[in-house]
């Protein structure tokens, strides 16, 4: 079993940025796909970024490309999800899941581990 704890949300200006990390624990894989999610109040949770178990390769969601940006830190086990220019809509619980994948996934359906979520809340 794998733990994923999430932390820096917070409340921002929009314009401003916030760096979510998202430090895994428990049992380890050589292979382990990661991603983030987000869930506004009244709405699904969407798929935000994503990257790749076995390569730096990333996928994003349209409404957050060339602003939000998904890394990883393989040696401390830690994934971290940079977000600049903050929009109000922007404002959500974010959520890191995980899963022993080689590839990049983007479907809530497709991870088998999810943190207990973080809000990020951006005023206008």
């Known amino acids: 079993q794998v733990q994923l704890v999430e932390s820096g949300g917070g409340l921002v200006q929009a314009g401003g940025s916030l760096r979510l990390s998202c430090a895994a624990s428990g049992r380890t894989f050589r292979y382990y796909a990661m991603g983030w999610f987000r869930q506004a109040p009244g709405k699904e949770r969407e798929f935000v970024a994503a990257?790749?178990?076995?390569?730096?390769?990333?996928h994003y969601a349209d409404s957050v490309e060339d602003r939000f940006t998904i890394s990883r830190d393989k040696a401390n086990n830690t994934v971290y999800l940079q977000m600049d220019s903050l929009k109000p809509e922007d404002t959500a619980v974010y959520y890191c899941?995980?899963?022993?994948?080689?590839?990049?996934?983007?479907?809530?359906?497709?991870?088998?581990?999810w943190g207990q979520g973080t809000q990020v809340t951006v005023s206008s």
């Open positions: 899941a995980g899963r022993p994948d080689y590839g990049v996934l983007v479907r809530t359906r497709e991870y088998d581990d």
């Open positions: 990257i790749s178990g076995s390569t730096d390769s990333t």
